[in-house]
């Protein structure tokens, strides 16, 4: 087991916290400056290999299989938030739980402390697969956020989420599963990112109680 840090923005901590997120999608970069690299795969799609590839489509080194996802099933992830130190409570603070936020100044996730860290994530399931392949069901535990519906509304369509590239949060402008969260990447990583249907790392997790040899241990995200 190994024990790495990971960064989320503000709402999909918020999400993880409220229990609806357990899923995260990173994109696979090649290893070589080319940006190229292939994908290995049986007939049944199991993935065989992840190869970094030179300007030639050649292996980086004539070595194979050298990409890597950041994580692996039993390792734990420690989660880098948007925080602050309060010298007046004499503690970290967190972005997620404010509830006037613009009334602080914050500090970036990726400056957090070790010290700093809350939350604990155990990967329970790592796979890759384009990006737009992601199911109903997978979106949704991306950590969406639900609009509020009446009973008439649900039934006759269904619960819809959040547009995250439209900042009212009414019923009228709700989404389906699959577009919320392609609304969701996009304002993350922009709409070309969506167009160009990546390969990405699939990671599934579940929050945990902090590791027992958790400051002795922890290896840098790449």
């Known amino acids: 087991?190994?024990?790495?840090?990971?960064?989320?923005?503000?709402?999909?901590?918020?999400?993880?916290?409220?229990?609806?997120?357990?899923?995260?999608?990173?994109?696979?970069?090649?290893?070589?400056?080319?940006?190229?690299?292939?994908?290995?795969?049986?007939?049944?799609?199991?993935?065989?290999?992840?190869?970094?590839?030179?300007?030639?489509?050649?292996?980086?080194?004539?070595?194979?299989?050298?990409?890597?996802?950041?994580?692996?099933?039993?390792?734990?992830?420690?989660?880098?938030?948007?925080?602050?130190?309060?010298?007046?409570?004499?503690?970290?603070?967190?972005?997620?739980?404010?509830?006037?936020p613009d009334l602080s100044k914050w500090k970036p996730s990726i400056f957090m402390p070790k010290e700093a860290a809350r939350i604990f994530l155990k990967v329970t399931n790592v796979r890759a697969e384009r990006l737009q392949d992601i199911t109903q069901d997978d979106a949704i535990a991306e950590g969406l956020n639900p609009l509020l519906m009446s009973r008439l509304q649900l039934a006759s369509q269904g619960q819809l989420y959040q547009n995250y590239l439209d900042n009212n949060k009414l019923f009228n402008d709700g989404l389906p599963p699959y577009w919320s969260f392609n609304s969701l990447w996009c304002k993350i990583n922009g709409a070309d990112s969506w167009d160009s249907n990546p390969w990405v790392w699939v990671y599934e997790f579940e929050k945990v109680e902090r590791p027992a040899n958790f400051l002795g241990e922890s290896k840098e995200v790449e």
């Open 1 to 100: 087991m190994k024990i790495k840090p990971i960064l989320f923005s503000t709402p999909m901590v918020d999400a993880i916290l409220k229990g609806r997120k357990t899923q995260t999608r990173r994109i696979i970069k090649s290893r070589h400056e080319s940006g190229l690299f292939r994908i290995g795969q049986t007939k049944d799609g199991l993935i065989t290999e992840v190869t970094s590839l030179d300007w030639d489509e050649r292996p980086k080194n004539d070595n194979c299989n050298d990409i890597k996802p950041i994580a692996n099933v039993d390792d734990i992830l420690w989660v880098r938030e948007t925080w602050r130190w309060s010298d007046d409570l004499e503690d970290f603070c967190y972005k997620a739980n404010s509830e006037n």
